[in-house]
């Protein structure tokens, strides 16, 4: 299975845009690339996601390498809500399946 | 409204005795999975579900059984638990990539089930 890799932490300014990167070298070609976020004592949400082309939703917008072997989630203007754990995950396309690694915790600051 | 519902939300409960964590979707969704979530180690899958009598492991399925005799439920079945599933357990359910271009693939997610066992 495909795997993901992300810092574990990142901290951002209030108002300031982020950028959150995560590698899959291992992609295939019909994986799509999904991100969830997790707010303190909630389940996950979905935030975006894409295949090839770079992907803009009220949440964020997703940046997609030219060879898909990395991906950046940005939030424009991080707000205090946006503090959370931030997932990348590779969905197989042969079978729906989608499995979450550790993530990425953003620490937004006032 | 569309949602995942997990019960019980809490449980206490001792080594060895049985127990089952339900999950019920209303959203007719196909494909539906348990996940365990242990500080440091993010989400970890146990077991998935493609559709009603199919059943596959995830990356963490010993201890733990399940069944899909129905679309909407899912539950997780502990024979005899112990200590090390001690964890906030998430169901999540979403449409099967085979119902066409319109599903994102989102994954819809209960609120969660936090299990101690003694």
């Known amino acids: 299975d495909a795997k993901t890799t992300q810092p574990n932490s990142m901290e951002s300014n209030e108002e300031e845009p982020v950028h959150l990167p995560c590698n899959h070298s291992?992609?295939?070609?019909?994986?799509?690339i999904h991100w969830y976020r997790q707010l303190p004592s909630q389940g996950p949400e979905y935030v975006i996601h894409g295949l090839t082309s770079n992907v803009n939703n009220r949440m964020a917008s997703l940046a997609i390498a030219e060879d898909r072997k990395s991906s950046t989630l940005i939030l424009h203007r991080a707000t205090l809500r946006d503090a959370a754990v931030y997932y990348c995950?590779?969905?197989?396309?042969?079978?729906?399946?989608?499995?979450f690694g550790a993530g990425t915790r953003l620490t937004v600051k006032p | 409204e569309a949602q995942v519902t997990q019960n019980p939300r809490y449980l206490i409960t001792v080594t060895g005795k049985k127990l089952t964590v339900t999950c019920s979707q209303n959203m007719n969704h196909e494909y539906m999975s348990w996940y365990r979530q242990d500080p440091g180690l993010g989400l970890r899958q146990i077991y998935y579900?493609?559709?009603?009598?199919?059943?596959d492991k995830g990356d963490v399925p010993e201890g733990y059984k399940v069944s899909r005799k129905e679309k909407r439920n899912f539950p997780l079945i502990l024979e005899s638990p112990s200590p090390n599933q001690t964890s906030l357990y998430f169901c999540a359910s979403s449409l099967s990539i085979l119902a066409g271009d319109y599903n994102t693939g989102e994954l819809f997610f209960g609120e969660g089930s936090r299990l101690t066992v003694l």
């Open positions: 291992t992609i295939s070609g019909t994986d799509y």
């Open positions: 579900s493609m559709n009603v009598e199919v059943t």
């Open positions: 995950i590779l969905r197989d396309n042969n079978n729906n399946d989608m499995r």
